[in-house]
Nanobody, 116 residues
Framework: QVQIVESGGGLVQAGGSLRLSCAAS????????MGWYRQAPGKSRELVAV???????TYADSVKGRFDISRDNAKNIAYLEMNLLKAEDTAVYYC??????????WGQGTQVTVSS
C-alpha cells in the first residue's frame, strides 16, 4: 500500500510557472514509476508525464519542452516543473504511482488554473 500526497497547485497567469510535488509513503520499495495525469472539465484523464525508477521519462506531446518531471528516489518525491503555462493546461492534476505488483495508487488531485 502506498499513500500519496500532492501539493503545489494554484492560480497562475499564462506564461507563468508552477511546480507540483508528489510525496509517496508506505510500501515505497515497490514503486516502479511515478507520474502525473490531468483531467480538465468535461474531458478524460490524460497522461502528462511519467518517470521510471531508472530515470526514463515520457511526456505528452502537448507539454514537451515546457514541463519537466523529476524524482528524488531517496525521498520518494516526484516533481513536475511546469513552465510557459497555457490556459489549456488548466485541470486537476493527479499523481499516479505504479507498483511492482502492477497495482497503482492515485493522489487526491491538485487544481491548476491558468488565466489568460
Amino acid at each position: 500500500q502506498v499513500q500519496i500526497v500532492e501539493s503545489g497547485g494554484g492560480l497562475v497567469q499564462a506564461g507563468g510557472s508552477l511546480r507540483l510535488s508528489c510525496a509517496a509513503s508506505g510500501s515505497t520499495f515497490s514503486i516502479i514509476s511515478m507520474g502525473w495525469y490531468r483531467q480538465a472539465p468535461g474531458k478524460s484523464r490524460e497522461l502528462v508525464a511519467v518517470i521510471t525508477n531508472n530515470g526514463r521519462t515520457t511526456y505528452a506531446d502537448s507539454v514537451k519542452g515546457r514541463f519537466d518531471i523529476s524524482r528524488d528516489n531517496a525521498k520518494n518525491i516526484a516533481y513536475l516543473e511546469m513552465n510557459l503555462l497555457k490556459a489549456e493546461d488548466t485541470a486537476v492534476y493527479y499523481c499516479n504511482v505504479i507498483l511492482s505488483s502492477s497495482r497503482s495508487s492515485w493522489g487526491q488531485g491538485t487544481q491548476v488554473t491558468v488565466s489568460s
